[in-house]
């Protein structure tokens, strides 16, 4: 098993920044992947981007790509989302998610993001 704890949303104004944070625990090491998600009210829950653990390679959904940035800390066990520029667009619940054999089968509880134009 692998836990997810999501923390960092709230509200920011349109062209300001946020930077969330999830923090892995457990059976992390069967883990090759994390990803970001979202879900807007309304709509069904998108992909935002992902990062490897062990290169650190990341890509992005076209509408966050050069506004978004994930990093992590395998130190920490954990994965972080820089959102820049950030749009009312943006606003949804954001959930981490850990990538295993079988695909995103672990997710966090997911935290907060309005962005108020």
């Known amino acids: 098993q692998v836990q997810l704890v999501e923390s960092g949303g709230g509200l920011v104004q349109a062209g300001g920044s946020l930077r969330l944070s999830c923090a892995a625990s457990?059976?992390?090491?069967?883990?090759?992947?994390m990803g970001w998600f979202r879900q807007a009210p309304g709509k069904e829950r998108e992909f935002v981007g992902r990062i490897s653990w062990s290169s650190g390679s990341t890509d992005y959904a076209d509408s966050v790509k050069g506004r978004f940035t994930i990093s992590r800390d395998n130190a920490r066990n954990t994965v972080y989302l820089q959102m820049n520029s950030a749009k009312p667009e943006d606003t949804a619940v954001y959930y981490c998610?850990?990538?295993?054999?079988?695909?995103?089968?672990?997710w966090g509880q997911g935290t907060q993001v309005i962005v108020s134009s």
């Open positions: 998610s850990a990538r295993v054999v079988g695909g995103y089968l672990y």
């Open positions: 457990g059976r992390t090491a069967s883990t090759s992947t």
